[in-house]
């Protein structure tokens, strides 16, 4: 698939219809399943849950506790897990399991119509991982945000592959992004925090202003800038840009990038998907105001991005 690389749009919100709650009679969205990311529990989305409410669209929240996260202790008996090579399976069977289970609880809801996945953080590729372990006949949308997708480069010196494996597995493993009428993936990244490296340097000097479009030359990305909203600290000499950095660096092997303060902006999108950044957006909602810092959940960043749940 021919992509090509064209700048960044700023552009600031419009309030069609298309993003407005909907009042219209007999038009009924498909309903969409959330599904936490590592660390969150199922009550950090209640907030969201009311937000997709307001514009019709029902939604069911995948059961998921802090506690059940403990649960992924087990791949550290798993020789595999100190190779770099684990396997989503069987140590994620549990969060499958839940997906599953919320999937069977929509699909009660769909009325044939199909279903969007939201993936918030892990749950974004964990989401692809169920599909290409139980099937994506139900599914018409994936839409992840801020999903750390991509796994680190190899051999980087002081980069450590945290999921230990498990990038790599999905990278090789499942089905690649699309966006097409029947499935369509759409990834949303944020720019709320600039990283910086540890010791001022050429560290190469990232253009991370740019997006990506596909299918030979039809931009399928933006950048939007949602009202009200103000870009977070990018100081590039700040302690927190260079802690911030070190996440980062961990993450997609940079320090120098833009990101959500915890997955950077160019692992969070992926090829063939359409792909989606916002400034100005935090990455959980555990820690988010939903005004002067807003994460991808909250009101005002969420009418941006709801258009895809009702098309």
Same mark, same amino acid.
């Given at each position: 698939m021919a992509s090509?690389?064209?700048?960044?749009?700023?552009?600031?919100?419009?309030?069609?219809?298309?993003?407005?709650p909907s009042s219209s009679g007999d038009f009924k969205p498909r309903p969409a399943v959330i599904l936490p990311g590592l660390g969150n529990n199922s009550g950090d989305y209640k907030k969201l849950e009311v937000t997709l409410?307001?514009?019709?669209?029902?939604?069911?929240?995948?059961?998921?506790?802090?506690?059940?996260?403990?649960?992924?202790?087990?791949?550290?008996?798993?020789?595999?897990?100190?190779?770099?090579?684990?396997?989503p399976r069987p140590?994620?069977?549990?969060?499958?399991?839940?997906?599953?289970?919320?999937?069977?609880?929509a699909n009660e809801l769909s009325q044939g119509k199909g279903l969007s996945l939201i993936g918030h953080s892990a749950g974004g590729w964990l989401a692809r991982v169920y599909m290409?372990?139980?099937?994506?006949?139900?599914?018409?949308?994936?839409?992840?945000? !801020?999903?750390?997708h991509l796994p680190? *480069?190899?051999?980087? #010196?002081? /980069? $450590?592959?945290?999921?230990?494996?498990?990038?790599?597995?999905?990278e090789e493993n499942?089905?690649?992004?699309?966006?097409?009428?029947?499935?369509?993936?759409?990834?949303?990244?944020?720019?709320?925090?600039?990283?910086?490296?540890?010791?001022?340097?050429?560290?190469?000097?990232?253009?991370?202003d740019v997006t990506v479009g596909i299918e030979g030359g039809e931009v399928i990305s933006e950048l939007a800038l949602a009202?009200?909203?103000?870009t977070g600290d990018s100081s590039g000499s700040s302690f927190r840009a260079r802690f911030v950095g070190q996440g980062y660096k961990q993450v997609c092997g940079r320090a120098d990038v833009w990101g959500d303060g915890v997955v950077p902006e160019v692992s969070a999108h992926l090829e063939g998907a359409l792909n989606v950044s916002f400034e100005g957006v935090y990455h959980s909602?555990? !820690?988010?105001?939903?005004?002067?810092? *807003?994460?991808?959940? #909250?009101? /005002? $960043?969420?009418?941006?991005?709801?258009?895809?749940l009702l098309e």
């Open positions: 090509a690389i064209f700048p960044s749009l700023r552009l600031r919100p419009t309030f069609s219809s298309a993003t407005s409410g307001e514009y019709g669209v029902p939604s069911v929240v995948a059961a998921v506790s802090r506690l059940d996260w403990f649960r992924n202790a087990a791949g550290l008996v798993d020789p595999a897990y100190w190779r770099g090579t684990l396997r140590v994620l069977d549990w969060y499958l399991k839940r997906i599953d289970d919320a999937v069977r609880e290409e372990e139980y099937g994506n006949a139900d599914i018409s949308l994936l839409l992840t945000l !801020g999903t750390p680190p *480069p190899r051999g980087l #010196s002081g /980069v $450590i592959d945290q999921t230990r494996g498990l990038l790599y597995y999905v499942c089905a690649k992004a699309v966006y097409t009428p029947e499935l369509r993936y759409v990834c949303i990244a944020g720019r709320y925090i600039r990283g910086a490296p540890l010791v001022d340097k050429a560290d190469a000097n990232v253009d991370s009202s009200n909203n103000k909602p555990v !820690g988010s105001d939903d005004e002067t810092r *807003p994460w991808y959940g #909250s009101p /005002v $960043i969420a009418k941006e991005w709801i258009h895809h």
